[in-house]
């Protein structure tokens, strides 16, 4: 799906200093010439020397990479503020009604809902630009097909199927005295990064995001059956003291076997020979369960998740007597950004388009037009 609305990649602006030269002295035929020389010479190669590193990904990537922090202004600047704002219409699941809101409007109430307000700025900033590609990659303005949400509505407040919403009094009402803080807060992470989305070879990304990824993120193809390559398991650092880096659950090894048998009738659980029924090595290169075996059944390890109510697939099944003990590791499918990993790499100095770029493999910051 390629966006059919031109879009600009954000530039930095630096500036140059110019001199006065002063005098009457003429030039010679020969000076003249030279003269003429050197400013043609000037045009060619000042250029590349002034925007050296911001020819794409990979310049980006690199300066990330050695600094910790993206090449990218983080103030509003060129094409920002006059991007599109288009008005939206986005159904609301909970009143079963339609809302119209304006692009940068929505974008407040989904990184409200989605993202923490005491987290770092630089990480609020990262989640709007994820926000505002994810809603973005299916406007039929930008070139998509619609997020086929009731009553034909561009985006719904279903964050199951496209993105958490909260309206602004209902924000007011949650963060009490730290209201007005918390909303300036947010509405300054979305307007620095007004009209910002993150694109690879000139389309908009599926700009996945979850919340723990339990030290690494996993790869899109393990978990949606889609081979992306900016969707690629990368490390997470910083993540251990997060509230859903590692939980445990435990149940009967009776509940556990009828979970499962009443799920999947072949593996014919029984609660005294778990230990030998149960097998969960096969994994992922990021610790995540692909398929179990069950006794005589097979179960991939997102449907166990789901039937189990398990915070990730990266888990462990341990035996204890007539107990069954489940530890996880991390929040969420593990695709895409770690909120909680944006966060960690805010407060280590890095910038928005440094998490960006660590989080989504090889895309460019791009400026709707």
Same mark, same amino acid.
């Given at each position: 799906? /390629?966006?059919?609305?031109p879009i600009r990649q954000g530039r930095m602006r630096p500036s140059v200093q110019r001199r006065r030269v002063q005098g009457r002295r003429k030039?010679?035929?020969?000076?003249?010439?030279?003269?003429?020389?050197?400013?043609?010479?000037?045009?060619?190669?000042?250029?590349?020397?002034?925007?050296?590193?911001?020819?794409?990904?990979?310049? &980006?990537?690199?300066?990330?990479?050695?600094?910790?922090?993206?090449?990218?202004?983080?103030?509003?600047?060129?094409?920002?503020?006059?991007?599109?704002?288009?008005?939206?219409?986005?159904?609301?699941?909970?009143?079963?009604?339609?809302? *119209?809101?304006?692009?940068?409007?929505?974008?407040?109430?989904?990184?409200?809902?989605?993202?923490?307000?005491?987290? *770092?700025?630089?990480?609020?900033?990262?989640?709007?630009?994820?926000?505002?590609?994810?809603?973005?990659?299916?406007?039929?303005?930008?070139?998509?097909?619609?997020?086929?949400?009731?009553?034909?509505?561009?985006?719904?407040?279903?964050?199951?199927?496209?993105?958490?919403?909260?309206?602004?009094?209902? /924000?007011?009402?949650?963060?009490?005295?730290?209201?007005?803080?918390?909303?300036?807060?947010?509405?300054?992470?979305?307007?620095?990064?007004? =009209?910002?989305?993150?694109?690879?070879?000139?389309?908009?990304?599926?700009?996945?995001?979850?919340?723990?990824? @339990?030290?690494?993120?996993?790869?899109?193809?393990?978990?949606?059956?889609?081979?992306?390559?900016?969707?690629?398991?990368?490390?997470?650092?910083?993540?251990?003291?997060?509230?859903?880096?590692?939980?445990?659950?435990?149940?009967?090894?009776?509940?556990?076997?009828?979970?499962?048998?009443?799920?999947?009738?072949?593996? @014919?659980?029984?609660?005294?020979?778990?230990?030998?029924q149960v097998d969960a090595s096969n994994r992922s290169g990021s610790g995540r369960v692909l398929q179990l075996r069950l006794g005589g059944a097979?179960?991939? @390890?997102?449907?166990?998740?789901?039937?189990?109510?398990?915070?990730?697939?990266?888990?462990?099944? /341990?035996?204890? =007597?007539?107990?069954?003990?489940? &530890?996880?590791?991390?929040?969420?499918?593990?695709?895409?950004?770690?909120?909680? @990993?944006?966060?960690?790499?805010?407060?280590?100095?890095?910038?928005?388009?440094?998490?960006?770029?660590?989080?989504?493999?090889?895309?460019?910051?791009?400026?709707?037009?």
């Amino acid at each position: 799906m /390629r966006s059919t609305v031109p879009i600009r990649q954000g530039r930095m602006r630096p500036s140059v200093q110019r001199r006065r030269v002063q005098g009457r002295r003429k030039l010679t035929l020969g000076g003249k010439l030279l003269l003429l020389l050197l400013i043609a010479l000037m045009f060619i190669l000042l250029p590349p020397l002034l925007f050296a590193g911001d020819r794409g990904s990979v310049n &980006l990537l690199t300066h990330a990479a050695a600094t910790g922090r993206s090449p990218i202004d983080v103030s509003v600047g060129e094409g920002q503020a006059d991007a599109p704002n288009p008005t939206l219409k986005v159904y609301n699941t909970e009143s079963k009604s339609l809302m *119209e809101l304006d692009l940068e409007e929505y974008i407040c109430g989904v990184v409200a809902a989605e993202m923490p307000a005491s987290f *770092e700025i630089e990480a609020l900033k990262a989640q709007a630009v994820a926000a505002r590609t994810f809603v973005c990659r299916h406007l039929p303005q930008f070139g998509g097909q619609g997020a086929g949400c009731p009553e034909g509505a561009d985006a719904c407040t279903n964050y199951a199927h496209c993105q958490a919403y909260i309206a602004p009094e209902k /924000r007011q009402q949650n963060w009490g005295a730290q209201a007005q803080t918390n909303e300036e807060k947010i509405r300054s992470a979305v307007e620095q990064t007004r =009209g910002q989305v993150a694109t690879y070879n000139g389309e908009l990304i599926q700009a996945f995001f979850h919340s723990t990824s @339990g030290g690494m993120t996993e790869d899109c193809a393990l978990v949606f059956t889609q081979d992306l390559p900016y969707l690629k398991a990368v490390e997470s650092a910083g993540e251990e003291g997060a509230p859903h880096y590692q939980r445990s659950v435990t149940l009967s090894a009776q509940a556990f076997a009828q979970k499962v048998n009443a799920a999947l009738p072949k593996a @014919g659980l029984k609660a005294d020979a778990l230990q030998k029924q149960v097998d969960a090595s096969n994994r992922s290169g990021s610790g995540r369960v692909l398929q179990l075996r069950l006794g005589g059944a097979t179960m991939s @390890g997102t449907a166990f998740r789901t039937l189990l109510g398990l915070d990730s697939t990266n888990f462990e099944i /341990r035996f204890y =007597g007539d107990q069954v003990n489940i &530890l996880t590791h991390g929040y969420g499918h593990g695709v895409g950004m770690s909120q909680v @990993g944006a966060d960690a790499m805010a407060k280590n100095g890095s910038d928005y388009g440094a998490i960006l770029l660590h989080y989504y493999t090889g895309i460019t910051i791009s400026t709707l037009g």
